[in-house]
């Protein structure tokens, strides 16, 4: 059945994620700060409007897909934002990586409403999304769930419920802290094996099967000609950027002292990112790191 969907953040993700509830015959109201992304988004067919309030006003479930926690705050807690716009019946859930506490934040926020609320970020990435093959990490209840369900398959090639209150966001930020630590241990391998004489092909055809395997190694090993869909091959142009990474791993270390955990890899990464920063080479896929390794 054909529901209204509110949509505010209209960007790389929240694009095509559109695209697609519009192409599924679902009615998709959509707001956006940037006249670029509402213009994209009206060519998909969303319903472009000028305000939180108005995208929002009616809808059956209001989605979020907003660069960071203090972005998804205001838009949903704020002045003339989801909760003060949209009817309570109104399912609310942010699909934005942000920080634990803010998503903690916008639950109680909800919950004090009236509003049923998910944390929902995703991982995929743009192809994903274009695709409708996101992997969604929710925080919340189950029944809650149950109710989002039929429209975020649209969205999603897999749902995990990770548990209550901020768990997707736990989950999301775990995994993409893992996937940085990872990149590293791989940029450092491949360069490793090249100055030790191996050839890059069968080092990385043997790590792959071997106890130096990682999604990282198999996806994006970062030597020319060695995996297709390496970010190398193209000059490290388009992908998982490192300022995302970046950005994933600032969220990680804040979690990490929140929790008191030693999470002194993921920092070293997140050193390095900085270096890549001031590079200028944030906009570039992040296996550019390899690039600080074989200087
Ligand atoms: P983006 O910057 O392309 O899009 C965010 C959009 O939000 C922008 O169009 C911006 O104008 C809009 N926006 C900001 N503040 C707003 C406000 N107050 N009201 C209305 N619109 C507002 O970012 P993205 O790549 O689409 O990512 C969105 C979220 O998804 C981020 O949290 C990101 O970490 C996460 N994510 C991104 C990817 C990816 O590969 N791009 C993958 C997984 C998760």
Redo the contacts with the bound molecule.
């Keep these: 059945t054909s529901m209204d969907i509110g949509w ?8 095509p994620m559109t695209a697609n509830l519009v192409a599924a015959g679902h009615r998709v109201i959509g ?4 006249e670029a ?1 509402k213009a994209a988004a009206a060519d998909n067919g969303v319903v472009v409007v000028d305000s ?1 309030a108005a995208a929002v006003a009616g809808a059956d479930i209001v989605f979020t ?4 926690g203090g ?1 998804a705050r ?2 949903i807690l704020g002045e003339g934002g989801v909760l003060a716009s949209a009817a309570s019946t109104t399912l609310v859930v942010d ?4 920080d634990i506490a803010t998503a903690r934040e916008l639950h109680a926020g909800a919950a004090a409403a009236g509003f049923a609320f998910l944390d929902a ?6 192809s994903g ?1 274009a695709a409708g093959t996101l992997t969604f990490m929710i925080g919340g209840e189950d029944a809650v769930l149950d109710r989002a369900r039929p429209v975020i398959e649209v969205l999603a090639g897999r749902i995990f419920h990770c548990g209550g209150p901020g768990s997707g966001q736990a989950a999301k930020i775990t995994n993409n802290m893992m996937l940085g630590i990872t990149l590293q241990a791989t940029c450092e391998g491949a360069v490793l094996a090249e100055r030790l004489g191996l050839d890059s092909k069968v080092f990385q055809q043997l790590a792959a099967v071997s106890s130096g395997d990682s999604w990282a190694l198999r996806t994006w090993y970062p030597v020319e000609g060695v995996v297709e869909t390496a970010a190398v091959n193209r000059d490290f142009e388009g992908g ?2 490192a300022a ?1 990474l970046r ?2 791993l600032g969220l990680a270390l804040q979690a990490g002292e929140e929790t008191g955990t030693d999470l002194s890899f993921a920092q070293a990464v997140a050193d390095r990112l900085e270096t890549i920063d001031a590079h200028g080479w944030s906009g570039k896929d992040c296996s550019v790191l390899v690039k600080l390794v074989d200087r």
């Design positions: 505010i953040g209209l960007g790389n993700m929240g694009g707001f956006d700060l940037s992304a939180v897909m907003l660069p960071a972005h205001q838009v699909s934005s990586t942000i970020p995703v991982s995929g990435g743009v999304a998982f950027s995302l950005k994933d």
